[in-house]
Every structure is written in C-alpha cells, then in structure tokens.
C-alpha cells in the first residue's frame, strides 16, 4: 500500500511554523507528497525533505518557481497514472476540461478552485485537496487529500487541516 499526501493553493511565500507543525502532522504517513500548484514559494516543499515529492506550478506562482515546476506532469505510482496539474483556464466546468486533457487516466489531481472534491469523472478519480492553508471564509479550516494506492485499486479522501498542532 502506497499512501500520498496531496495538497494545493498554500499561497505562502515560505514555510512558517504553523504549516511546518500541520504538514508533519497532516501527511506523516504518506509515502509520497503531490502539490497541486499555487505554493508561491518553492521553499514550501523542503517541509517535506525525506519523501518523494512532485509539484506542478499555478497561476499565483513567481517565475523562479514558473521555470523551476513544470505545468502538469504525469505520474506512475504502482499499476496506475496520475495526472497533476494546477487547473485548466478558468474554474467554470474544469473537469470536463481536464478530463480532455488527460484522459484516458486513472487519476487527475488537480488545485486552483479552492474547494475540495473527490468523486469518480468517468473512470477518473477526481482529487482536488483544496486550500490548505484556509483561505475560504469566516476562519473555515483548510483541507488536504490522501490516495491509497494497492494493486488493484486507488481510493481517495479529503481530511479537514484543523486547528490543533
């Protein structure tokens, strides 16, 4: 069993200790780590030294981390493909779009709208973490995704960040 952290939209231009303190705790069981775009800084992903980590660049991104991530990249974890990218233009049926894009493909992990999803397109399983860092409204808290990769399947989940270290 593979288990993978996935997380997007931190929007931090570095790692403070309250993200240092949640993404021990958020993804200490996971094997490998996928960011989905918009961490602004690259120096977000030295949180995760020790596991195998892919990111992809969004649209709030500077140019060092632009030319440094690529825009979308494919993954091979066990017998299946993963897709992860930022998004697809803008938020109105982005799905569909990405699906277009990718398929065929077991999985698109995929960030910018904020709002996290996890349900089956077709074939595909549709992982959006949403913001980790919480930036919806009224102090709601943050959001992250792990998928359980065995043999024969893959399974994902969206957890809530909380508040407690």
């Keep these: 069993m593979i288990t993978i952290g996935v997380l997007s939209d931190t929007h931090l231009l570095e790692p403070d200790k309250w993200f240092r303190e949640r993404a021990r705790r958020c993804f200490a069981d996971a094997d490998m780590i996928l960011h989905a775009g918009d961490l602004t800084s690259l120096s977000v992903l030295e ?44 938020m109105h049926n982005i799905e569909q779009r990405l699906f277009d894009l990718f398929a065929p493909i077991d999985c698109i992990v995929y960030g910018h709208t904020h709002k996290a999803v996890c349900h089956r397109f ?3 399983l549709m992982v959006n973490p949403g913001s980790f860092t ?18 024969r399947s893959m399974e994902g989940r969206i957890h809530l960040v909380g508040n407690a270290a």
């Design 122 to 124: 077709g074939p595909t």
């Design 134 to 151: 919480a930036t919806g409204p009224y102090g709601a808290s943050g959001t992250y995704a792990s998928i359980k990769v065995d043999r």
């Design 47 to 90: 949180v995760f030294a020790g596991k195998t980590v892919h990111a992809v660049h969004g649209n709030m991104c500077g140019p060092k981390t632009r030319n440094t991530l690529p825009a979308s990249k494919i993954i091979e974890v066990g017998n299946f493909r993963l897709a992860l990218v930022h998004g697809a233009g803008y």
